[in-house]
């Protein structure tokens, strides 16, 4: 596990793009490559959308793993913003470190403290020690997830 000397918690900048990028990579291999210049854009956009935080795990100097904390303006409970965490990440051979739980409680952190009332997180994976992790990060599996995609015909 990381000790708070070998590892650095901090938002993306634009000379991250490119280690970000390669992270992403590790989280969907698949995914075509994204242009120079749209990657550019939309993580500028990300930035500057209010409440949406790119975070870092950085290691002698290295960006090893990210997550991604949204959180969310709300009109129910009294008010109070909820939060989600997405596009959990860690490079390959950085895994099993503890990179991405540091990173989850920062993020879990962040939200407790802009007065979130809930943090969410939704994992596509049915691997039990992906499940167990992220019950080992404090969330619960108590609730049921719905989505839908995009079509590929629109």
Not at 88 to 115: E, F, K, P, S
Not at 133 to 143: P, R, S
Request: overall charge neutral; proline content about 6%; charged content about 20%.
């Amino acid at each position: 596990m990381p000790t708070r000397e070998s590892i650095e918690i901090r938002e993306a900048e634009a000379r991250d793009l490119p280690a970000l990028l390669d992270l992403y990579r590790h989280l969907q291999p698949d995914d075509p490559e994204i242009d120079a210049a749209l990657a550019k854009s939309r993580f500028e956009q990300i930035r500057a959308q209010p409440g949406m935080l790119l975070f870092l795990a950085v290691t002698d100097g290295i960006p090893v793993a990210t997550i991604t904390l949204v959180i969310i303006p709300n009109l129910t409970r009294g008010a109070a913003p909820y939060a989600l965490i997405e596009n959990v990440v860690t490079d390959a051979a950085y895994r099993h470190r503890g990179y991405a739980g540091a990173l989850i409680r920062h993020g879990i952190d962040q939200a407790w403290a802009a007065g979130c009332y809930k943090v969410m997180l939704l994992s596509g994976s049915k691997n039990p020690a992906t499940l167990g992790f992220y019950l080992n990060c404090g969330f619960v599996q108590d609730k049921t997830g719905f989505q839908i995609r995009r079509p590929a015909s629109l």
